[in-house]
């Protein structure tokens, strides 16, 4: 596009303008996700420091992050399990997940060289009239499977699919967005089970994607002043 001598060049101010405004509006946007990852930081932090709570009936979501007592007695043979192939520390094996007060719990890891299952357990009567078992769990929340996922094979799960695990069980679906991470055994008299929780990990990369759209922004508009200074020196079109 051409202009008169001397004049700005319209085309490039254009082109500069929408782009400087894009690259601010970017920067300003992952300022604010820096805020809400920081903020839900803290909240997870604080839900994990709090002290357990009992597990209600009550219908819906859990604080995400937080730490339940569950008083349901996995050993009772009324609490079927679903199986869910994973890997932990490198070896191969399943988790091996269960329900609680109309929860899904991940009741922790079992090796593939382990063929016994706890629901092979004989149960013990005298357990019977003592007091019910209490374990603590973790809430996380359970992402949806990608469209990808494979199949349910032999009754084993191959991904964290929680809507099917849940039908499974018999776990109402506004429950099954979360799974309830077992912390302790909820069968000391089975070994090989070995409970645990997926690391509150978070990536806070938004001060570093924010200060790379502003300092891309400051190059646009040192750029576009040279362009000017240097038509000022020769007004050539």
């Known amino acids: 596009m051409t202009t008169e001598r001397g004049g700005l060049p319209w085309g490039l101010t254009i082109v500069c303008a929408l782009a400087l405004v894009l690259l601010i509006g970017l920067g300003t946007w992952q300022t604010q996700r820096l805020a809400w990852k920081q903020e839900l930081i803290a909240a997870a932090d604080a839900a994990a420091g709090a002290p357990p709570t009992p597990l209600t009936d009550a219908p819906g979501p859990l604080p995400a992050f937080r730490q339940v007592i569950l008083d349901c007695d996995f050993q009772d043979g009324g609490h079927p399990l679903v199986e869910l192939q994973s890997i932990l520390d490198g070896r191969p094996g399943v988790r091996l997940i269960s329900r609680c007060r109309d929860r899904l719990v991940d009741l922790g890891f079992v090796d593939e060289a382990t063929v016994d299952r706890p629901g092979q357990i004989e149960f013990r009567p005298e357990r019977a009239a003592g007091a019910r078992p209490r374990i603590v769990a973790v809430v996380r929340e359970a992402p949806a499977p990608g469209p990808f996922a494979p199949p349910v094979r032999d009754g084993r799960f191959y991904v964290r699919d929680n809507a099917a695990i849940a039908e499974v069980l018999g776990v109402p679906a ?35 994607y924010a200060l790379t759209w502003f300092g891309l922004a400051i190059a646009l508009a040192g750029f576009y002043v040279a362009v000017l200074r240097r038509r000022a020196k020769d007004p050539r079109p």
Do not use: M
């Not at 799974?179 to 055994?185: D, F, G, P, R, V």
């Not at 929780?197 to 990369?205: E, M, R, T, V």
């Open 174 to 208: 506004a429950n099954a967005g979360q799974t309830l991470y077992a912390t302790e055994s909820a069968f000391p008299d089975f070994p090989a089970l070995r409970p645990s929780a997926p690391p509150a990990a978070f990536s806070n990369n938004h001060l570093g």
